[in-house]
C-alpha cells in the first residue's frame, strides 16, 4: 500500500518537530553551566623575591606592576656593568696595558679580548678586599633576610666609596666639589657619590698615564738608537720600527716584563 505525497509529507514534518523537541531536553542542561573553579594561588617564588626587592627600593608596601618590574631591570642591566666598572680598578690597568702595547709596537699583539680579560682578572684581585667587605655587610645579611634590599645597596655603595677615596687626589675632589657647589666636607666620607666618581676617574686617568709614561721611556731609548745606527749606515729607506721591534721584544722578555707590570700594576692601588 502506497502513501500519498500529501501523507509523507505531513510524516516527514511530524518527525522533524519531534526530533527537534528531544535535542532540546537533551541540550536543556547544558545551559545551566557550572561556575569556574578558582584559579589555584602562585607559589611564593622568584617574582615575589623581586617583588619584595623593588618594593623595598620604591619605599612602598605595594609592588610594582610587571611590565615596570622589567623595564627597571632592563634598565640596569644597561648601564650597571660599566657603572660598577668605572669604580673600580679596572679603568687604570686597561689603559696601562693598552700603552705597553703601543709602546712595544704591536698593533693587534695581545688582541683586545686579551687585554679585556688580563684586566678583568687582575680587577678581581685588586677588588678582593673590597667584594669581602661587601659580602660580609651587605650581601650575606640581605640573603639571610636580616637587612632590606636599600640597607644592601647602601652598604655595597660604601665599601666601594671608600676604595674610590682612597685612591682620589684631594685636588680632583675639590675641583668636582666647586663645580657642584658643594662641600666643604667635614669627614672624608661625606664626599657624595656625585663628586666622587667623577673625581676617582680624573685621578685614575692620570695616573694611568702618569705609569704609561714610564713604561714608554725604555722603549723610546731602543726606537733612538735603532733610528740612529739605521742613519749612520746610510739606510734612509729601511723602517726602523722592524728593526726595534725584536730588541724591544727581547728586552721585555728578558726583564719578565708582563710579571714586572702586573705586580707594579697590583701594588699601585691602596688598600
Known amino acids: 500500500m502506497t502513501l500519498t505525497p500529501a501523507l509523507n509529507r505531513g510524516a516527514l514534518l511530524r518527525f522533524a518537530l519531534m526530533a527537534l523537541v528531544g535535542l532540546m531536553l537533551f541540550a536543556a542542561p547544558a545551559?545551566?553551566?557550572?561556575?569556574?573553579?578558582?584559579?589555584p594561588a602562585p607559589t611564593p617564588g622568584v617574582g615575589d623575591a623581586l617583588d619584595r626587592a623593588l618594593g623595598d627600593l620604591g619605599g612602598g608596601d605595594a609592588p610594582l606592576s610587571l611590565s615596570l618590574q622589567v623595564l627597571i631591570i632592563m634598565g640596569l642591566l644597561t648601564i650597571l656593568p660599566g657603572i660598577i666598572l668605572m669604580m673600580t680598578s679596572f679603568t687604570r690597568i686597561v689603559i696601562v696595558l693598552a700603552i705597553l702595547r703601543q709602546a712595544l709596537g704591536l698593533?693587534?699583539?695581545?688582541?683586545?679580548?686579551?687585554?679585556?680579560?688580563?684586566?678583568?682578572?687582575?680587577?678581581?684581585?685588586?677588588m678582593a678586599p673590597v667584594v669581602n667587605q661587601a659580602n660580609t655587610s651587605a650581601i650575606q645579611p640581605y640573603a639571610e633576610g636580616?637587612?632590606?634590599?636599600t640597607e644592601m645597596i647602601s652598604g655595597v655603595g660604601d665599601a666601594l666609596h671608600g676604595f674610590?677615596?682612597?685612591q682620589t687626589r684631594v685636588k680632583d675632589v675639590t675641583m668636582f666639589a666647586d663645580?657642584?657647589?658643594?662641600?666643604?666636607?667635614?669627614?672624608?666620607?661625606d664626599v657624595p657619590f656625585s663628586v666622587l666618581l667623577p673625581a676617582f676617574l680624573t685621578s685614575e686617568l692620570k695616573t694611568a698615564?702618569?705609569?704609561?709614561?714610564?713604561?714608554?721611556l725604555p722603549f723610546i731609548v731602543i726606537?733612538?738608537?735603532?733610528?740612529?745606527?739605521?742613519?749612520?749606515?746610510?739606510?734612509?729607506?729601511?723602517?726602523?720600527?722592524?728593526?726595534?721591534?725584536?730588541?724591544?721584544?727581547?728586552?721585555?722578555?728578558?726583564?719578565?716584563?708582563?710579571?714586572?707590570?702586573?705586580?707594579?700594576?697590583a701594588s699601585s692601588f691602596v688598600t
Do not use: H
Not at 179 to 189: C, N, Q, T, V
Open 146 to 149: 636580616r637587612i632590606s634590599s
Open 107 to 126: 698593533q693587534q699583539t695581545p688582541p683586545n679580548q686579551v687585554l679585556i680579560g688580563l684586566s678583568l682578572f687582575l680587577s678581581f684581585f685588586v
Open 223 to 265: 726606537d733612538l738608537v735603532v733610528a740612529t745606527v739605521l742613519m749612520s749606515l746610510g739606510m734612509m729607506m729601511m723602517s726602523p720600527t722592524i728593526i726595534s721591534l725584536p730588541f724591544k721584544l727581547l728586552l721585555f722578555v728578558l726583564v719578565d716584563g708582563w710579571a714586572l707590570t702586573m705586580g707594579s700594576l
Open 179 to 189: 663645580m657642584a657647589d658643594s662641600g666643604p666636607y667635614a669627614e672624608p666620607e
Open 209 to 216: 698615564f702618569q705609569i704609561g709614561f714610564l713604561i714608554f
Open 164 to 166: 674610590m677615596l682612597k
Open 31 to 39: 545551559f545551566a553551566q557550572a561556575a569556574p573553579a578558582p584559579m
